[in-house]
């Protein structure tokens, strides 16, 4: 799931209209590539809190099942915002910490 989360960038998790916002947050960030990519790891950390409860009461296989076919069909504009905010506060904690993201 990560491999697809990272290389699509959730464009097969999120419809179009919630892809080009979060796309546009992307592109806002700043930091060119770097900040991008940086950013899009931690909406991915998001995304995976978003569900953390429900995930560790899952055993492998539904968890895998899971994050391939997340419950977002019926995202709106307000989902997006919460999770594009969520990974705002995630980087804000963590960016710049020793030995993150390696």
Same mark, same amino acid.
């Given at each position: 799931? =990560? ?9 097969? /998790? %999120?419809?179009?209209? *919630?892809?080009?916002?979060?796309? $546009? !947050?992307?592109?806002? /960030? &700043? &930091? &060119? =590539?770097? &900040? ?12 995976? %809190? ?6 560790? =009461?899952? $055993?492998?296989?539904? #968890?895998? @099942? ?5 419950? !977002?069909?019926?995202? !709106? $504009?307000?989902? @997006? /915002?919460?999770?594009?905010? /969520?990974?705002? @506060? #995630?980087? *804000? %904690? ?9």
């Amino acid at each position: 799931f =990560a491999f697809r989360w990272m290389n699509c960038l959730l464009m097969r /998790e %999120l419809s179009l209209d *919630c892809v080009v916002r979060v796309w $546009d !947050t992307y592109l806002a /960030e &700043g &930091g &060119g =590539a770097q &900040g991008f990519s940086a950013f899009h790891t931690y909406v991915c950390a998001a995304f995976l %809190l978003r569900w953390s409860r429900e995930l560790r =009461a899952m $055993d492998f296989q539904e #968890i895998m @099942v899971f994050l391939q076919r997340p419950p !977002t069909a019926a995202w !709106t $504009d307000r989902d @997006v /915002e919460l999770l594009l905010s /969520e990974a705002y @506060v #995630i980087k *804000c %904690l963590y960016d710049g910490s020793p030995s993150h993201l390696r």
